[in-house]
Nanobody
Framework: QVQLVESGGGLVQAGDSLRLSCAASGRTFGTWTMGWFRQAPGKEREFVSAISWNGNTFYTDSVKGRFTISRDNTKNTVYLQMNSLKPDDTAVYYC??????WGTGPPREYEYDYWGQGTQVTVSS
């Protein structure tokens, strides 16, 4: 059984930075695609970023140039560095694991196999 535990959320002001972490259990973490999603109040969950087992990355347009996804396979951890935060970034952030391959691009949301419980990020104006 895979467990994902997010941390690093909090309340910040617009323009500030946060780094989210997602610690994963599992002996084959290095082969997984990892993703970050977010869900704002009253909205559907949306894709934020993903990273393949070998470091390919993908971002939704609204976070390009501000967010950076990375992973440390020695620590079974994926990170989301969030800079220049905006009030529109306020959401619960979830990490997810796709035990399959990257294929021709990042997995679709339904293809992820495991999800964390989420961590709240609140950006005040």
């Amino acid at each position: 059984q895979v467990q994902l535990v997010e941390s690093g959320g909090g309340l910040v002001q617009a323009g500030d930075s946060l780094r989210l972490s997602c610690a994963a259990s599992g002996r084959t973490f290095g082969t997984w695609t990892m993703g970050w999603f977010r869900q704002a109040p009253g909205k559907e969950r949306e894709f934020v970023s993903a990273i393949s087992w070998n470091g390919n990355t993908f971002y939704t347009d609204s976070v390009k140039g501000r967010f950076t996804i990375s992973r440390d396979n020695t620590k079974n951890t994926v990170y989301l560095q969030m800079n220049s935060l905006k009030p529109d970034d306020t959401a619960v952030y979830y990490c997810a694991a796709d035990l399959g391959g990257w294929g021709t691009g990042p997995p679709r949301e339904y293809e992820y196999d495991y999800w964390g419980q989420g961590t709240q990020v609140t950006v005040s104006s």
